[in-house]
T-cell receptor, first 110, second 113 residues
Framework: TQLLEQSPQFLSIQEGENLTVYCNSSSVFSSLQWYRQEPGEGPVLLVTVVTGGEVKKLKRLTFQFGDARKDSSLHITAAQPGDTGLYLCAGFFYNNDMRFGAGTRLTVKP | DAGVIQSPRHEVTEMGQEVTLRCKPISGHDYLFWYRQTMMRGLELLIYFNNNVPIDDSGMPEDRFSAKMPNASFSTLKIQPSEPRDSAVYFC???????????FGPGTRLTVL
């Protein structure tokens, strides 16, 4: 059974600070997705990474896929209160299994 | 498009009662997924359909849970009988054939007393 570990579980920062959240597995991902979920809503896809070493940017968010395709990170620059939410990674494995991480709950204080 | 529609948004029931959750996927999407989210276990895939056919139900916790998709625009997840440990938010999601983007509904918050 492939497991995804996300860290940290909780993160509370001030507006303007930078942060990084991580998603790791002992197995190789075929691809990986990052989602953001706001209270009372379903997750919304932010990005999909497929190639080892790949870096994608979405405004102030930078997503990186590890060279070995076993890990990924999400970096937010100059966080804003609107970034508050639950960030989930979803890993796809070569046996067609797909799992979500437990999530990082981010709070950005004004 | 209205997105994925789920009903009801909230359901409170007593242990032993039958619960039916409903989902209308985005028109034209070939895949439909049912998930359950709890603080303890996170977001778990229960079952998914392709062209109305159940493909993988290995995530369905036990025989009390069943899901159907009688047509391309409607799916149900039924719990009978319900138990307090079934309390969670249940999400439905859909996606098209040539895309990796799943679109989630707003969820149904189920509370079993």
């Amino acid at each position: 059974t492939q497991l995804l570990e996300q860290s940290p579980q909780f993160l509370s920062i001030q507006e303007g600070e930078n942060l990084t959240v991580y998603c790791n597995s002992s197995s190789v991902f075929s691809s990986l997705q990052w989602y953001r979920q706001e209270p009372g809503e379903g997750p919304v896809l932010l990005v999909t990474v497929v190639t080892g070493g790949e870096v994608k940017k979405l405004k102030r968010l930078t997503f990186q896929f590890g060279d070995a395709r076993k890990d990924s990170s999400l970096h937010i620059t100059a966080a804003q209160p609107g970034d508050t939410g639950l960030y989930l990674c979803a890993g796809f494995f070569y046996n067609n299994d797909m799992r979500f991480g437990a999530g990082t709950r981010l709070t950005v204080k004004p | 498009d209205a997105g994925v529609i789920q009903s009801p948004r909230h359901e409170v029931t007593e242990m032993g009662q039958e619960v039916t959750l409903r989902c209308k996927p985005i028109s034209g999407h070939d895949y439909l997924f049912w998930y359950r989210q709890t603080m303890m276990r996170g977001l778990e895939l229960l079952i998914y359909f392709n062209n109305n056919v159940p493909i993988d139900d290995s995530g369905m916790p036990e025989d009390r849970f069943s899901a159907k998709m009688p047509n391309a625009s409607f799916s149900t997840l039924k719990i009978q009988p319900s138990e307090p440990r079934d309390s969670a938010v249940y999400f439905c999601a859909s996606r098209g054939l040539y895309t990796d983007t799943q679109y989630f509904g707003p969820g149904t918050r189920l509370t079993v007393l």
